[in-house]
């Protein structure tokens, strides 16, 4: 039976450092960390996970400033307040939720962020620093996989990984941070021959195609560290990963749960990444 890789667990050890090193900056410098979200729009899972990133962000007592914008709010009158949030010496992160309405482009939103202030790790800035080794802000949740497999001492020097999915947001960041830890990286999409012949090969696994359980036990090899990004909601309300759990945890070595192993994670990133852009 594989080791559990408890996301609650291991990101409650990041918020505590986190929360330390706030209050460490505060009495030293005076400068308290602060998170502007912005959310446009009523998608019931965004609100949901702005609720989560802004009650972590007091958690650690860092300031949280909220922007709720209705669904019509013209591009221009986001672009605005971003700028405006560049300006603000009180705030050192900007996050925008994405999705965003179709009227709006999600890249000129980004681009429009300050790097230094892009604890999302998105803006093309902070994607080419990573590109070149060199990373500045690195995007949360392949941030938070390659710290699980780290604080499990797991190596990741000269091991095969394979990606399922190749977004901006997971599998290609994912692949270059692993990739600049020396691993061997494959990344796998929806047009890939012969997934389980190459997802076989993987030391180092990660599900990131929002497919719910489609990873199999035959896919995998005996040992294998298994990472499980996908969330999916089930017709019968059950929330269930990219990895059939159950069959795989008996063959893998180490294995994430859903929930409660990579999300919490890409949490506790974020505050890392806002701390940084304070300490700065
Ligand atoms: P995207 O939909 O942007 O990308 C999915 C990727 O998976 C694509 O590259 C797609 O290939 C590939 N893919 C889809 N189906 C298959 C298949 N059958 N075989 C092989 N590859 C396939 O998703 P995201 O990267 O944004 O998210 C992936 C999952 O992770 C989702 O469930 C999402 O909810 C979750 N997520 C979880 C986070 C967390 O904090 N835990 C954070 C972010 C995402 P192609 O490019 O060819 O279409």
Known sequence: MAIIMDG????????????????????????????????????????????????????????????????????????????ELNHDQSIHGILVQLPLPGHINPDTVIETIDPRKDVD?????????????????????????????DRHGIEIEGKEAVIVGRSNIVGKPLALLLLNRHATVTICHSRTKNLSEVTKRADILIAAAGRPEMIKSGMIKDGAVVIDVGINRLDNGRLVGDVAFAEVAEKASHITPVPGGVGPMTIAMLLVNTLKAASL
């Open 8 to 83: 609650n667990r291991l990101s409650r050890d990041v918020r505590n450092h986190v929360t330390s090193e706030a209050l460490r900056l505060k009495q030293n410098r005076g400068i308290v960390p602060g998170l502007a979200v912005i959310l446009v729009g009523e998608d019931a899972a965004s609100k949901i996970y702005v609720k989560r990133k802004e009650s972590a962000c007091k958690e650690v007592g860092f300031l949280s400033r909220e922007f709720r914008l209705p669904h019509d709010t013209t591009q221009k009158k986001i672009l605005q307040i971003i700028r």
């Open 121 to 149: 790790g998105f803006h093309p800035w902070n994607v080419g620093r990573l590109f070149s080794g060199d990373p500045y802000h690195i995007a949360c949740t392949p941030r938070g996989i390659v710290e699980m497999i």
